[in-house]
């Protein structure tokens, strides 16, 4: 099945530090959202995004919807350790399917 | 509380046995899915349902079957079939119709290991 390119794979930053993960897709999506998961749990949504060019805050995140509809980021600023874990982009199909990114792991260094 | 449940967390079978994990939700959802997850991947859609008594495949849904006789339950069934059933199964379900909601939530899995 078709998967979308997350990048980056993994990120090891110092806390207090911002991080920028993207997601790019061949396809269009009328929905983007994104998860965080984190050892041995499900995925918890974090932030969901409807309209291309849309800019959503969620406390220390935001996202955006690509204006092609064809990709979507994720930033979270002053990150602190608790931040650690994997995060998600997936595109939304017809009849509420997601398509998932490979995950972005994010190791935070206090 | 509100929410979706899985069950067992961790299960054990022997090669050759059909095992059925189970997904509950309280949250009055129509849809709900069922996706695999392998070490370093993201997640792959097996079966969804939109509605009691209808499901359709998803994109890797040989070796597995499930059923929708109440709207709460999903339970999935790997078979025998499934020649490398050994990964974390995750259930999600999402509220249909007006947008704006469509978010799926997902439950806290279960890891299936396959001796």
């Known amino acids: 099945g078709q998967q979308l390119n997350q990048s980056p794979q993994s990120m090891f930053i110092q806390e207090g530090e911002d991080v920028s993960m993207n997601c790019t897709s061949s396809?269009?999506?009328?929905?983007w959202l994104w998860y965080k998961q984190e050892p041995g749990e499900g995925p918890v949504l974090l932030i969901a995004?409807?309209?291309?060019?849309e800019l959503t805050s969620n406390g220390r995140l935001t996202a955006q919807f690509g204006i092609t509809r064809k990709d979507s980021f994720l930033n979270i600023s002053a990150s602190i350790p608790s931040d650690v874990g994997i995060y998600f982009c997936?595109?939304?199909?017809?009849?509420?399917?997601?398509?998932f990114g490979q995950g972005t792991e994010l190791s935070v260094k206090p | 509380d509100g929410g979706i449940t899985q069950s067992p967390k961790y299960l054990f079978r022997k090669e050759g046995q059909n095992v059925t994990l189970s997904c509950e939700q309280n949250?009055?959802?129509?849809?709900m899915y069922w996706y695999r997850q392998d070490p370093g991947q993201g997640l792959r859609l097996i079966y969804y349902?939109?509605?009691?008594?209808?499901?359709q495949k998803g994109d890797i849904a040989e070796g597995y079957s499930v059923s929708r006789e109440k709207k709460e339950s999903f339970p999935l069934t790997v078979t025998s079939a499934q020649k490398n059933p050994t990964a974390f199964y995750l259930c999600?379900?999402?509220?249909?119709?007006?947008?704006?909601?469509?978010?799926?939530?997902f439950g806290p899995g279960t890891r299936l290991t396959v001796l």
């Open positions: 995004l409807y309209k291309a060019g």
């Open positions: 949250l009055n959802h129509d849809a």
């Open positions: 349902s939109q509605i009691v008594n209808d499901f």
């Open positions: 396809s269009i999506f009328n929905t």
């Open positions: 997936a595109g939304q199909r017809q009849g509420g399917k997601l398509i």
């Open positions: 999600a379900s999402r509220t249909s119709g007006t947008s704006g909601s469509n978010e799926q939530f």
